[in-house]
């Protein structure tokens, strides 16, 4: 068992499962010899050749098409976007095709692939680098959208991604690629797609986010404890598939909740589950739900992104406000 | 040194773009036939399929006529693509078609009036049928040439596989003008990849035609920019275009990668049935194409040939009217799909979270569904 970052979880679910199945191989921008601009794919051109690591031009509709092409033909292609903005020119291939053959086939074709990308702000990346895109997959029938927040869950929810036999769009948390490390044992074994991870448990409220936000909701819930304040902490993981159980049977106990999502706020999965929450968990609710977000702005370029980004301050203020509504005790 | 001094410039590619011809609109042999066009039971059997498209084409227009079917495509005019792809290509070929490729999907086992069942709309239309060569194929598209970059996917798994395989991407002049078309000609070279890039030029983009599409003297010669062959054939005449195709797939098969061909021919209906050319289609530019209908070429030409005979005409007419009545009959007997089939195919296996909406969707009143 290995102390590894995101980005070397990534890296090591990859590697192992290329080994584990000739079908699957990665494609994308600079996947070759470069290793991926962020390093995710170092090794997998001399350990599998290129005509299983396949540096593409550079087109992003075509690297969205190619691996639906290639996942029709029973391949288990894992694209690779190189950034978060670059993205939207594959939302067509993604929502008229991937997420729509299994469908309009009634099962004869379907789309077992994953395009990877590294999702949200905070490392002071160039203008379209920084965007946070869940928001879009989510809303797309057809489509797993998974958004890992540690070493462990990257590479147990990525093998479950290339596994599974419908299309998968996995964001990675660009800013924790490198922030923290954790064990990770190569055990080849997945983790569930479809279920949300309760990370920590506690009593007064329940404090809900998913990918990097995951980090920061963390620290926020450590400075309350400080205060006495008992923070129970989920981690979606899975943004569609929704786990609404899980949140719910922690808001039933708790009674509170604050949802922290790096995306703009407006129609956003915060939006979702505080929806969920208000139909079916409005009488454990001891006060209305709380969002921690992005602004609904264009992401601001490097100086003022921080203005953007929801930090501890912020879910912190938050929560003393939910606590101020409905006092604990 | 010459008076006008030696330029800095030099040529450093030039290329030329053929177009392949072997019957005239009038139905004359222009040069000799390929070996398949010399045997006249091909000439007939091709013959046959373009007038039995054409007679289900047009039952299919009846039927949205007189509100039995939905907003529906024609093919009218360009039977004789359909039919050359269906014939040109192998079983184990993927084709990955565009609307009005009817007569290819019919050769490769579409059953017709799943056609029809598809332009009513239902999904079933889109299962091919086990045990024929549609079943590896794609449905049409209907997001305009977003499946032809699909087609470097495909091809990839065949050569991956080192299997003799090849996928042919048709689709319409209007395509051509899309990054999906360019993003695929201009990568299939990279990987040297076993593709048959197929362009329908039918002139007309729904109200926009050919020559506002783009400046381009042939969409042929996109294929240029890509580092492949790119040919134009005169997609009326079956016997050049199944020439041309079965060249190029021998070509693609064989390795030596992927081509453009832009087969040229008319659009002779609306758009769809849902359009009226006559907003923005000069009538004597449509009764001009006429005379070169691609059924009416190849009659002419087996006329001429001895091969085909005005009691041959007539008992084809009544079995391609017999066969489209045959389709619609088919098609009616269809019933329509449970509520709850549209979660069934959404995922291999249904999310617990979509379990309610299923449910709700089993207990609702009313049949909510339309024949």
Not at chain 1, 190 to 201: G, H, I, K, N, S
Not at chain 2, 261 to 275: F, G, K, P, Q, W
Request: hydrophobic share 45%; aromatic share 6%.
């Amino acid at each position: 068992m290995a102390d590894l970052n995101i980005i070397e979880a990534v890296n090591l679910a990859l590697k192992s499962e290329m080994a584990r199945d000739e079908n699957v191989l990665v494609l994308g921008e600079d996947i070759g010899r470069n290793g991926g601009v962020f390093r995710a794919t170092v090794g997998l051109l001399d350990a599998y050749g290129p005509e299983r690591v396949i540096d593409m031009p550079l087109a992003e509709n075509l690297i969205a098409a190619m691996a639906i092409g290639l996942s029709t033909q029973g391949l288990r292609p894992v694209a690779e976007i190189q950034f978060s903005g670059f993205l939207y020119p594959c939302l067509d291939q993604i929502a008229n095709h991937a997420a729509r053959y299994r469908n309009r086939t009634r099962g004869r074709i379907t789309c077992p692939l994953v395009i990877r990308a590294p999702n949200g702000g905070g490392i002071h990346a160039p203008e379209h680098h920084s965007e946070s895109m869940e928001t879009f997959f989510a809303h797309m029938p057809g489509l797993r959208v998974i958004a890992p927040s540690n070493p462990a869950r990257a590479y147990g929810l990525l093998l479950a991604a290339i596994r599974d036999p419908d299309p998968v769009i996995f964001l990675e948390p660009t800013r924790c690629y490198r922030l923290f490390k954790q064990a990770v044992e190569d055990s080849g074994e997945a983790l569930p797609l479809d279920t949300a991870f309760v990370e920590r448990e506690g009593t007064h409220l329940t404090l809900v986010s998913w990918g990097a936000m995951m980090h920061e909701t963390r620290l926020a819930a450590d400075a309350l404890a400080q205060e006495g304040v008992s923070c129970e902490l989920i981690d979606v993981a899975s943004l569609k598939p929704l786990d609404m159980d899980t949140i719910l049977a922690s808001v039933t106990k708790t009674g509170r909740c604050v949802i922290v999502q790096e995306a703009p706020r407006a129609y956003g999965p915060a939006s979702e589950i505080a929806a969920n929450l208000a139909e079916h968990g409005l009488l454990s609710l001891f006060a209305p739900v709380l969002r921690v977000s992005g602004y609904d702005t264009v992401m601001p370029l490097a100086r003022l992104e921080k203005v953007y980004l929801p930090d501890v301050r912020r879910i912190v203020a938050e929560v003393r406000k939910l606590l101020e509504l409905a006092p604990v005790g | 040194m010459s008076e006008t001094s030696p330029s800095a410039e030099t040529t450093v590619a030039a290329f030329d773009v053929r177009m392949t011809r072997f019957v005239d609109a009038a139905g004359t042999v222009l040069a000799p036939l390929p070996a398949f066009a010399q045997d006249p039971e091909e000439l007939r059997r091709m013959y046959r399929v373009m007038v039995e498209t054409r007679a289900i084409d047009r039952k299919a227009v009846a039927l949205q006529r007189t509100g039995q079917l939905g907003t529906y495509a024609s093919c009218l005019g360009q039977e004789a693509i359909g039919t050359a792809t269906g014939i040109a290509m192998h079983a184990d070929d993927v084709l990955i078609p565009a609307y009005r490729d009817y007569a290819a999907q019919f050769l490769r086992g579409v059953p017709a009036e799943s056609t029809f069942l598809y332009w009513a709309g239902d999904e079933r239309s889109m299962h091919f049928p086990e045990g024929t060569p549609s079943r590896h194929d794609f449905p049409f598209s209907v997001p305009i040439g977003t499946h032809i970059p699909q087609a470097i996917g495909v091809a990839y798994a065949f050569r991956l596989r080192k299997q003799p395989r090849v996928a042919v991407a048709a689709c319409g002049d209007g395509a051509t003008s899309r990054g999906d078309f360019y993003e695929a000609v201009s990568s299939a070279k990279v990987w040297n990849l076993p593709v048959v890039f197929l362009i329908s030029n039918n002139q007309w983009a729904i109200s926009l035609p050919r020559a506002r599409q783009t400046g381009a003297q042939t969409l042929a010669q996109k294929a240029i920019a890509g580092g492949i062959p790119g040919e134009q054939v005169d997609g009326n005449d079956v016997i050049a275009t199944r020439h041309v195709l079965e060249r190029a797939l021998a070509a693609a098969r064989a390795g030596e990668g992927p081509r453009v061909i832009e087969a040229v021919t008319y659009r002779l209906h609306d758009h769809t049935t849902a359009d009226d050319a006559r907003r923005y289609r000069a009538e004597d530019e449509l009764e001009d194409a006429w005379t070169r209908c691609p059924i009416k070429r190849l009659r002419a030409c087996m006329a001429t040939l001895g091969c085909w005979s005005v009691a041959d005409e007539e008992e084809l007419e009544a079995q391609a009217a017999a066969r489209a009545e045959a389709v619609a009959q088919a098609y009616f007997a269809v019933q329509p799909e449970m509520p709850q089939a549209i979660f069934d195919s959404l995922y291999a296996t249904l999310p617990t979270a979509l379990g309610a909406q299923r449910a709700e969707v089993m207990t609702a009143p009313a049949p909510q569904t339309e024949h």
